[in-house]
């Protein structure tokens, strides 16, 4: 099973600041993805990775950019934090689709002030 | 309109009863996933399902393509199952990203 961490755990920023998240696995998966989950909406996709260089638009990409400078990294950026991005962040990966079981990372919760 | 549905939103149960969950969807798939979730906790994999039937000790997996359906059902519960539990369609030819129904929310009774 594929071990995805994230850093850090929790967070507070400022509205304005810039965040960055974190994720790594272990497994040598090819994909890899960043998705928030809030209370009404369910787990929605934010940005996605199919390697090493590549950044994909998710279904919610506005306000977030992506990094995938290795295989097994992956960050989620925002540039100028707002309060509505208060949420719980997860990153997962897996390997290439289709027919591509993903393993999740234990979340990040961030509060922006 | 929403691609994956889930039912009920809500369960409760005294232990030892069964439950099955349901997950509709409108779309085209290639898999559907099904995850446990404690409350602020992560995502565990339960099964990961192109079509048909699979098991897991007192888990039961199935994924009836032609009927746009997929079904979690839970023998003799647990209070220790009690959690969310999500199911996640893979979209058809859309580089396996997932779309999540809204789950349902399971409480087992002592």
């Known amino acids: 099973e594929a071990a995805v961490t994230q850093s850090p755990r929790n967070k507070v920023a400022v509205t304005g600041g810039k965040v960055t998240l974190s994720c790594n696995q272990t497994n040598n998966h090819n994909n890899m993805y960043w998705y928030r989950q809030d209370t009404g909406h369910g787990l929605r996709l934010i940005h996605y990775?199919?390697?090493?260089?590549?950044?994909e638009k998710g279904d919610i990409p506005d306000g977030y950019k992506a990094s995938r400078p290795s295989q097994e990294n992956f960050s989620l950026i925002l540039e100028l934090a707002t309060p509505s991005q208060t949420s719980v962040y997860f990153c997962?990966?897996?390997?290439?689709?289709?027919?591509?079981?993903?393993?999740f990372g234990p979340g990040t919760r961030l509060t922006v002030l | 309109g929403q691609q994956v549905q889930q039912s009920p939103a809500s369960l409760v149960l005294q232990e030892g009863e069964n439950a099955e969950l349901q997950c509709n969807f409108s779309?085209?798939?290639?898999?559907m996933q099904w995850f446990y979730q404690r409350p602020g906790g992560s995502l565990v994999s339960l099964f990961y399902n192109p079509s048909g039937t699979k098991h897991s000790g007192r888990l039961t997996s199935t994924t009836v393509i032609k009927e746009r359906r997929s079904s979690l059902h839970i023998s003799s519960s647990q209070t220790t199952d009690s959690g969310t539990y999500l199911c996640a369609l893979e979209r058809y030819n859309a580089g396996a990203k997932l779309t999540f129904g809204g789950g349902t929310r399971l409480t087992v009774r002592p």
């Open positions: 779309t085209s798939l290639n898999s």
């Open positions: 997962a990966s897996g390997d290439l689709g289709g027919y591509a079981e993903q393993f």
């Open positions: 990775s199919y390697g090493a260089g590549s950044t």
